[in-house]
């Protein structure tokens, strides 16, 4: 079934390094790269706002989760992606150069999520059960930090990996007891019987954080100022213009009006600096609580990963 | 369709006169078109009966209701249940080595098979490949296992189909003088369908010359045993046989 | 003399590309967050092994492919026999058996973690769908390919339905059969595979997650790799047990 096919090797081999050598730099010409969360955050709708794409020289690629924004900055296919605080974390604790140049400000995007007839009352509760999450993301910084309040930790749950829909139809069926989602998908849960055992509120910030490589920092810092810039102006831009954003979210997410509604409320409705030690610290809580359940393999300085290079365009 | 019936056992009456194959008003149709159109057959205990007649004249038909292989559209046939048959191609399995394919449907104890495959592979000269494969085989030695294999079965009635005529002229000398002295040694009953005129004569008690579905001319053959090809009393037979065929001899 | 040298460049090719790989990251004209690189992968695969993953890692996702395999193998050998020998089996059965076969087995992924759960199950499911398919088609045409001259030869020898079944029909459909298994060895390792991304916490896939996690690009390399050799170590296995058991087959082909 696999032959040794020589011409055919040989020809593949070099379609791949021809392919490799293709990849090339972006910047080149002359536009920032941007990788967002499609159905989250503040970015959802700046495909619309095309005065902000061009101000920015903003090309934007989405995706459907932080672990596959962080991949794509690693693997050079974007220079600067929107990530979850936990992202950074991960990717600094495995060696990797990167910084957090950007941040939203706090938001309520985060929550843990049971059927409205479950017996569970309190974080306590989840003890020995099975919670669904995706690790390194926002959902599981939620989940480590409610345990240790509830002076729990992740091996007293039954961890289950599924995706966004996945997951809603294991709680449906009974496969699992709970599971920790973001918006919009928290909204949609709702709406089909399930109920909010906690919010990220009071626990963790479940910001969404700008994540660039240090080399992208240092060679094209022209190209992330732009950006951010942009970015601050287009938050404002969409408090302003509700409406729009919620047809977007309808058309484009096929959500409906009143998940739209929903997600609009707990969008975070500005951009943060993030050089002045109060991000550095955050995450260094972070990293030491994941260290302490041994999900990452060593400890790092977080203050190391944040830079405030941009701050100027942020605080506005 | 007929019915179709074996003899019944046991076989003291009368055994010497009792016909191993009996075929009356036998008609074959395979949709509008006729192949058989009234045949009659009657072979009897020992004897050995060649049919030859040009392409399409319906004599392999024949042989295949004979041995059971076809069902008829009319008529009746009586054969020898013992009754067992040689192809043109050897059919042999080929995932069973000789032996086992000259013993296939054969109960017993192992040993005992194998002894049984040897004796009846010496008597046409293959005993040493006993245990080789089919696909190591020549076509006239994979013929040879063919009739071992039907020889075991101790038939009465041997039915052939044209078994030599993808062989080789030596081969197909040797194999008719095989199957002469096992007829001689054996005592079965044959129905030899042959495009080989020599053939028939060399073999045969009665040759029967067909014609488009039906028995054209019978030809009794007096010549005594063991006959020669090279004999010329063969010849006005011969000759006799090729003009009912509508040949002309050169 | 050309056995040697056939052999010598089928090793060669191979070793010289990888050769290649190693230079052109050593060099820097593959940048080695791109496919890692040869180096990288076996250190990767060193540092697995240090970690305890590696061989428990084969171990798990090997377990699985083979239960599913054996599984849903054994319920094609069921279906095609049962359909091969009957033409009534197959009036019944084979429209809705195709009917599933035509659905990409891969989208029914969501189905199946409904109708199985989480957990192992729906895995096992998938790659005993992928298992079927091939040899319930594969057995059932040789079955029905049996030469019908041998089946002639089963009626003259007086062979019984049992005889007929071990003596000619199951040898004789062996050689199509060992093809539906290799086709169906080959799906349920690919079907292994995309099974680990959901939900793993043992096996290949579950490191590879992992490594994905932390940007480990030499480990999601040295994953790929541990999947390729095994998924060809088993074809050749099966082409080895191929050449034993039907050397008749070979042989007569040739004629």
């Known amino acids: ?316 | 369709m007929s019915a179709v019936l074996a003899f019944p056992r046991p076989r003291e009456q009368a055994e010497a006169e009792a016909p191993v194959v009996e075929v009356r008003g036998l008609r074959r149709r395979f949709g509008e078109r006729s192949v058989l159109d009234g045949v009659e057959l009657t072979i009897g205990t020992g004897e050995f009966v060649s049919i030859i007649g040009k392409s399409g004249c319906g004599k392999s038909t024949l042989l295949r209701l004979v041995g059971g292989l076809d069902a008829a559209s009319e008529g009746t046939i009586l054969r020898d249940p013992s009754l067992n048959l040689v192809f043109q191609d050897a059919r042999l399995v080929p995932w069973r080595n000789v032996w086992r394919n000259v013993t296939l449907g054969l109960r017993g104890d192992k040993l005992r098979r194998r002894d049984a495959a040897r004796r009846v592979l010496a008597e046409v000269g293959l005993e040493e490949r006993i245990d080789d494969w089919p696909a190591t085989l020549s076509g006239g030695e994979a013929q040879r296992v063919s009739f071992a294999r039907a020889l075991l079965a101790e038939p009465r009635l041997l039915l052939l189909d044209e078994p030599f005529g993808a062989l080789d002229a030596l081969t197909r000398i040797r194999m008719q003088n095989l199957i002469a002295r096992l007829q001689r040694d054996h005592g079965f009953a044959a129905l030899l369908v042959t495009h080989d005129v020599e053939e028939a004569i060399l073999l045969s008690d009665r040759i029967l010359v067909m014609r488009e579905g039906g028995i054209a001319n019978e030809h009794v053959v007096t010549l005594p045993r063991p006959r020669h090809r090279t004999d010329p009393s063969m010849l006005p037979l011969k000759q006799a046989l090729l003009a009912d065929l509508g040949i002309a001899d050169a | 003399m050309s056995g040697w040298h056939d052999t010598l460049i089928r090793i060669g090719v191979p070793v010289a590309l990888v050769a290649l790989w190693q230079a052109a990251v050593s060099s820097g004209v593959l940048p080695d967050n791109y496919a890692s690189s040869p180096a990288g992968v076996i250190e990767a695969l060193v540092a697995l092994d240090h970690r305890d993953l590696l061989w428990p890692s084969l171990g798990a996702s090997l377990a699985r492919a083979a239960l599913g395999f054996v599984i849903g193998g054994s319920l094609g050998v069921v279906f095609g026999t049962l359909v091969g020998l009957s033409v009534r089996a197959e009036t019944v059965l084979d429209a809705t058996l195709q009917a599933f076969r035509v659905l990409p087995h891969f989208a029914l992924i969501p189905l199946l973690l409904i109708w199985f759960g989480i957990g192992e199950q729906p895995k096992i499911a998938l790659i005993a769908l992928a298992s079927f398919f091939p040899i319930y088609i594969n057995l059932y045409k040789a079955i029905r390919g049996i030469d019908p001259r041998l089946r002639e030869l089963a009626a003259i020898q007086k062979l019984d339905r049992w005889q007929t079944l071990r003596d000619i029909t199951l040898p004789g459909a062996l050689p199509g059969l060992l093809i539906g298994v290799r086709f169906a060895l080959a799906g349920a390792w690919l079907s292994l595979i995309v099974a680990e991304q959901f939900n793993a916490h043992s096996g290949i896939g579950f490191v590879t997650m992992q490594a994905r996690l932390f940007s480990q690009i030499s480990t999601i390399v040295a994953c790929l790799f541990l999947y390729a050799l095994v998924g060809i170590l088993i074809d050749a296995g099966v082409r080895l047990v191929e050449r034993r058991a039907i050397a008749w087959h070979a042989s007569e082909r040739a004629r």
């Not at chain 1, 969360?37 to 020289?57: C, N, S």
């Not at chain 1, 957090?100 to 974080?123: H, K, W, Y």
């Not at chain 1, 020995?128 to 989940?143: D, E, P, Q, Y």
């Not at chain 1, 190209?223 to 302003?240: D, K």
Request: charged share 20%.
């Open chain 1, 1 to 316: 079934m696999i032959h040794l096919d020589r011409r055919k090797m040989l020809v593949s081999a070099t379609a791949l390094l021809a392919l490799g050598a293709c990849r090339g730099r972006a910047g080149d010409s002359g536009q920032v790269r941007v990788g967002y969360l499609r159905t989250q955050g503040p970015i959802v709708d700046l495909g619309i706002d095309k005065a902000a794409l061009e101000q920015g020289h903003i090309k934007l690629f989405p995706f459907e989760s932080g672990n596959d924004v962080l991949e794509a900055i690693m693997a050079d296919g974007i220079d600067v992606g929107e990530t979850g605080e936990v992202q950074p974390i991960f990717a600094q604790s495995a060696g990797h150069k990167v910084k957090v140049v950007g941040s939203t400000e706090p938001a309520q995007l985060t929550s843990v999520l049971v059927r409205n007839d479950a017996p569970l009352r309190t974080i306590a509760d989840l003890k020995g059960r099975k919670v669904s999450f995706i690790a390194g993301t926002n959902s599981h910084w939620l989940l480590i930090r409610a345990l240790e309040k509830a002076g729990l930790r992740q091996s007293d749950i039954v961890p289950v990996s599924l995706g966004g829909s996945d997951a809603l139809s294991a709680l449906f069926s009974r496969d699992i007891d709970a599971l920790v989602m973001t918006a919009p998908t928290t909204q949609v849960a709702l709406a089909k019987g399930a109920r909010v055992l906690f919010t990220n509120q009071g626990l963790t910030n479940s910001a969404l954080y700008y994540v660039a490589k240090d080399s992208t920092i240092v060679e094209r810092p022209q190209l992330l100022e732009g950006f951010l810039r942009a970015l601050s102006q287009h938050t404002r831009w969409t408090a302003q213009n509700p409406d729009r954003f919620v047809a977007l979210a309808v058309k484009d997410l096929g959500v409906t009006p009143e998940v739209a509604r929903g997600l609009l409320a707990v969008l975070p409705k500005k951009l943060v600096p993030v050089g002045d030690g109060a991000i550095g610290a955050y995450n260094q809580r972070i990293a030491d609580a994941f260290l302490a359940q041994r999900l990452i393999p060593g400890r790092i300085d977080a203050a190391q990963g944040v830079s405030g290079a941009f701050d100027r365009v942020l605080t506005a």
